[in-house]
């Protein structure tokens, strides 16, 4: 109840210092060029309407308890009206209007009373905690220690449009960062829907997925094109880099493409029968979809290939699901049963300790 009024008195005198401030009625935004009027945040349905409303408190008293709520304006018809973020207005922020006249402080994080400063999470910055960096390697500026953060990137907007990923930086003379698309220890369950996938979803730092999204926003506008996979065993392992590689949007179901392989190298007795070599595992999932058991695009018409091998993967009209990351265990060679879920042609996983192999693919930009 304390709260409530306090945030209601906040929301009165931010109203108040704007409405002072002499804005006028709606403000055209000289650096974007963007109008910002309400009646297109109404037909966005980025602003609603509250009937019955009383006075400007009332009005407040509704945002308060909507957490998508960014502000609220009461005109002098004695309409109410919320209003949420508006990223297909780009450019237009409740800022730039004094009909939406309340800001709440610390958008990504925690108002320190005692510093009257936001304490900001997830990567954010800035004095409302709205912006974040384009990058992984600009932790590194910021001063982030090494090893992996999760935090939100914004390669193309800086703020309007993130996307959480995990970063490995390691500061310093040669300083390094990537971004850690997926990492998996075998133990964890990867068979999740089409939504998890797109969005990603994470157990701990080793077992971990970045959302397809986010793999696409990278390799699209984040000049993140080395895709890096590494096979990790207890001391050995194969790492490869893939060229130029991309990936497609929503509409393409996320098609998978790279030019191919740039670098290819294994470390201690990594198992590979004699005279022979490694091709890259991506190779045949060139131009293929993203299939999950719920969202089925993969090249057979007979299988749900995902439904079959337990994960969501790129899948040829066989289901082979080639390095398959996302598979819960190591152990499984030869004949391919339905579950298989890594198989890496000659390679004996089984005489391994499985408990310190790990999977990673990550993004180098
Ligand atoms: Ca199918």
Known sequence: MEITAIAVITLIISTLLLKCSGMATSIFNLESSV????????????????????????????????????????????????????????GCTVEDSSTLSMTKYCKHGTWNATSSSCVCVDGFWGDNCS???AGCHDLIGAGY???????????????????????????????????????NQGFENF????????????????????????????????????????????????????????L???????????DGVFQSQTYGVFPLPPNSSYDSCFDPLQNFRFSTWDSDHDESSDENC???????????????????FPGYGFQFWGDKPDYQLL???????????????????????
């Open 35 to 90: 109008f910002c009027d309400l009646s297109d945040r109404i037909d966005l349905e980025c602003s609603t309407e509250v009937t019955d409303v009383r006075n400007l408190v009332h009005c407040a008293s509704f945002c308060d308890s909507d957490a998508s709520c960014i502000g609220v304006s009461f005109d002098k018809n004695r309409r109410c009206f919320l209003h949420q973020e508006c990223p297909m207005i780009s």
């Open 131 to 133: 912006q974040c960096y």
């Open 145 to 183: 220690s090494q090893g992996h953060h999760r935090v939100y990137l914004d390669p193309e907007h800086y703020g309007m449009n993130p996307f959480l990923v995990q970063c490995y930086v390691s500061p310093g003379a040669s300083s390094y960062s990537s971004v850690q698309l997926l990492k």
């Open 191 to 246: 068979n999740r829907t089409w939504l998890d996938y797109v969005k990603g979803f994470y157990y701990d730092t080793d077992n971990m997925w970045t959302g397809l999204h986010a793999w696409h926003q990278l390799s699209k506008v984040g000049g993140c094109n080395k895709l890096n996979y590494l096979f990790a065993l207890e001391t050995s392992g194969l790492f490869q880099t893939l060229d130029n590689f991309k």
């Open 248 to 258: 497609e949007g929503r509409e393409t179901k996320y098609k998978f493409s790279f």
């Open 306 to 324: 995902a439904a079959r091998t337990g994960s969501g993967w790129w899948f040829s009209s066989t289901c082979d699901n080639y390095c398959n």
């Open 343 to 365: 198989s890496l042609s000659g390679a004996n996983f089984s005489e391994f300790s499985s408990q310190n192999a790990h999977v990673a693919v990550f993004l180098h930009c």
